[in-house]
């Protein structure tokens, strides 16, 4: 599908230097339109979003964003997780995806996308790690036909 756009782009131009030759259209404004709209195609590539996801020994960390735009770094330790929820139904272009939230204790936290998760088998780690992981609700979530949160582990409550 990117070569359409490609050869669209082209097309452009072309027609641009054909309107120039026969003196419709002075050459600064095809040249300032076939900057800006080369920029538009270029541009997106040079900035692209990246979305990276660690689960590791210590803990989980998601850094995302792009190089010419903030970077959003989260992360949570193993022995600072209180909960772990998963919303159905709530991300994606017809929100049917999943998205899974992991809540510190000292109110730090983070928001992984389904896709993501699945990539790097966050459900299979947690499940693993955390005594009383409910796989059942996972399940219902995976299925689910409405957006709806299902807590999936909570920490057992600190005595003092």
């Not at 049917?96 to 809540?103: A, G, K, S």
């Amino acid at each position: 599908m990117a070569w359409v756009k490609s050869l669209f782009l082209l097309a452009f131009l072309v027609g641009g230097l054909l309107l120039v030759r026969t003196g419709a259209m002075p050459f600064w404004l095809w040249l300032v339109t076939a900057a800006l709209v080369t920029l538009t195609r270029v541009l997106p590539r040079i900035d692209a979003y990246r979305d990276e996801l660690q689960v590791g020994e210590d803990g989980i960390r998601r850094e995302h964003g792009s190089r010419l735009r903030k970077t959003v770094v989260e992360s949570v330790r193993w022995d600072e997780l209180g909960s772990v929820e998963v919303r159905a139904r709530e991300t994606g272009p017809q929100r049917e995806q999943m998205l899974f939230l992991l809540y510190g204790r000292a109110g730090n936290g983070v928001a992984v996308p389904g896709p993501l998760a699945q990539q790097h088998s966050l459900a299979e780690a947690l499940a693993r790690r955390l005594p009383g992981w409910r796989q059942d609700l996972l399940a219902q979530a995976t299925t689910a036909t409405e957006p709806a949160a299902y807590t999936l582990w909570q920490a057992a409550p600190h005595e003092g």
